[in-house]
């Protein structure tokens, strides 16, 4: 079965201060998509990033980037600088058997703090 | 070009009722998916479906659910006998084809309360 595994229930951080959301994930697929959503408190879902796991470059947005490690199945997502905007619900997702069925982690709430 | 539309975002139902909620998908989007999120948890995959077809429901509870994507109109999400564990947040996406990426586009949620 494909799993996907956030172990930090709970962050909080200083705004400007760098943060790192852990992510873990079982797979047998050899080509997929990784992503992070973001889920504010208006509960809408918001893609943040998205890692392709044939690129061995690590995808950047702005100040989100990510740690793609493919032999540890490990998929961290560092945000620099951090914003008040930045508090949410943060969700690793990847696809299941190449399809769209996205299998989502139980998530980490994120609290940015002025 | 306007996103996911879900409605209603609150509904509330007693025990015994019945609940639909309605999906529109981005324009030129065929693809349309929902998933439930219970409270505490991320989203569980419930079911697939393009136009008039069913393509994948194995997320699907066996009794009570059922999923439409009609030619005309909106995909409909119903919950027949509505029971208290049906609360929660019912998310749709839509994609416009099928493809590798896995990116989904995600409405606002249609949150179901039953009393």
């Known amino acids: 079965a494909q799993t996907v595994t956030q172990s930090q229930p709970e962050m909080s951080v200083q705004e400007a201060e760098t943060v790192t959301l852990s992510c873990t994930y079982d797979?047998?697929?050899?080509?997929?998509?990784l992503f992070w959503y973001k889920q504010p408190p208006s509960r809408q879902m918001i893609l943040v990033i998205r890692?392709?796991?044939?690129?061995?470059q690590n995808a950047t947005e702005n100040r989100f980037s990510v740690n793609f490690q493919k032999a540890a199945k490990s998929f961290s997502l560092k945000i620099s600088d951090s914003q008040l905007g930045d508090t949410a619900m943060y969700f690793c997702a990847f696809p299941q058997g190449g399809s769209e069925k996205l299998v989502f982690g139980k998530g980490m709430k994120l609290t940015v703090n002025p | 070009n306007a996103g996911v539309m879900q409605n209603p975002r609150h509904l509330v139902r007693r025990r015994g009722q019945e609940a639909r909620l309605r999906c529109s998908p981005m324009k030129g989007h065929s693809h349309v998916y929902w998933y439930r999120q219970l409270p505490e948890e991320g989203l569980k995959f419930m079911v697939y479906?393009?136009?008039?077809?069913?393509?994948?429901e194995s997320g699907m509870p066996k009794e009570r659910f059922s999923a439409e994507f009609p030619k005309e109109g909106p995909s409909i999400l119903r919950i027949q006998q509505v029971v208290r564990g049906d609360s929660a947040a019912y998310f749709c996406?839509?994609?416009?084809?099928?493809?590798?990426?896995?990116?989904?586009?995600f409405g606002e949620g249609s949150r179901l309360t039953v009393l």
């Open positions: 890692q392709e796991a044939y690129k061995q």
């Open positions: 797979t047998s697929e050899n080509n997929y998509y």
């Open positions: 996406a839509s994609s416009p084809r099928q493809s590798d990426t896995g990116e989904l586009f």
């Open positions: 479906l393009q136009k008039e077809n069913i393509i994948d």
